[in-house]
C-alpha cells in the first residue's frame, strides 16, 4: 500500500467519526500523519485531487457531494476507473491507469483502489 492509500483511507476515517467535516480538511490532516516533514508530498495535487473528486461526485462513504477541487483531469480519472472497477474488480493500479490514460501516473489509482478496497466508495 502506499502512503497515498494510508492517506485517503485515514481521510475517509477521520470524515465518518466526525472529527473533520471538510473532504479537504480530512485529506489535510490525514497528510500530515503520513507525510510529517515533506509539506510537498503533503500537497501532491494528483492523489489529492482523485481522492477530492470522489468526494465532489458524492461516491465516498461519510462525505456529502460538494465543490471540492478545481481539478478536471484527476477527477475524470477517478470516476472512469470506477466504471472499470465496476466491470471487473481485480484491475490492480497500473491496469486501472493504462486503461484511462498515456500520462505519467501519479499515485491516482492507488487511492481509488485503495478507498475501494476498504468499501468506503460508492460505486
Not at 466526525?18 to 515533506?38: I, Q, R
Request: aromatic share 10%.
Amino acid at each position: 500500500m502506499s502512503k497515498y492509500s494510508g492517506i485517503a483511507i485515514l481521510a475517509v476515517e477521520l470524515l465518518q467519526m466526525g472529527k473533520v467535516t471538510c473532504p479537504k480538511e480530512a485529506w489535510k490532516e490525514s497528510a500530515k500523519k503520513f507525510y510529517p516533514n515533506s509539506k510537498a508530498s503533503r500537497e501532491k495535487g494528483c492523489p489529492k485531487s482523485a481522492f477530492l473528486g470522489l468526494c465532489e461526485e458524492g461516491k465516498v462513504k461519510w462525505c456529502k457531494a460538494g465543490s471540492y477541487t478545481r481539478s478536471i483531469d484527476n477527477k475524470s480519472y477517478s470516476i472512469q476507473a470506477l466504471s472499470l472497477i465496476k466491470e471487473n474488480p481485480l484491475l490492480n493500479e497500473t491496469e486501472l491507469w493504462n486503461s484511462i490514460s498515456k500520462k505519467k501516473y501519479n499515485q491516482q489509482m492507488h487511492v481509488v483502489l485503495a478507498l475501494y478496497r476498504k468499501g468506503y466508495l460508492f460505486l
